[in-house]
């Protein structure tokens, strides 16, 4: 596997670890059990996840699927799909930082963190068992050399 996408793998593995924390704290949420200080750490979490290394892993992510679709090789439609869901990530976040000053119930809250929380996994899953494997089969040392040369250097924070 070229060192870029494990990289990406290595950022994946400290997300989840992330998210996995942050459902600890939504079994909370979800019985209105919460404490101000799970909300805090929920919120906490959720910046971690909203921060600029998510956004540069993306960006980087996007270097790799813009060069995978130079090649003209016929992609899986998941791979098409990477670029909206990384806009609609942006977005997702911004939505549940909004919800710090929210009126809805801790049972509201966690079911819209855990929407999210199904859809970043999926979409892991998607970019680790069917894009980074066609981007390792098919992308050039002379292409992994280019999106080097563009790549951000990522490093996710530690909840």
Not at 115 to 126: E, N, Q, T
Request: charged residues 30%.
């Amino acid at each position: 596997m070229h060192t870029l996408l494990q990289e990406l793998y290595d950022y994946h593995h400290n997300a989840s670890s992330i998210i996995d924390e942050l459902s600890t704290l939504l079994i909370q949420l979800k019985r209105e059990k919460a404490t101000s200080s799970d909300l805090k750490a929920v919120f906490r979490l959720l910046a971690v996840l909203h921060s600029n290394e998510e956004r540069e892993h993306h960006q980087n992510e996007e270097l790799i699927r813009q060069k995978l679709e130079a090649t003209e090789l016929p992609l899986h439609p998941r791979i098409q799909e990477l670029e909206n869901d990384h806009h609609g990530f942006d977005r997702i976040a911004d939505h549940l930082m909004l919800l710090v000053d929210s009126e809805l119930s801790q049972r509201e809250m966690a079911a819209i963190i855990d929407d999210y929380i199904r859809k970043y996994y999926d979409h892991i899953d998607g970019e680790e068992n069917i894009f980074f494997p066609m981007a390792d089969k098919y992308l050039t040392d002379e292409d992994w050399q280019e999106i080097r040369q563009k790549w951000c250097v990522t490093q996710v924070e530690q909840a």
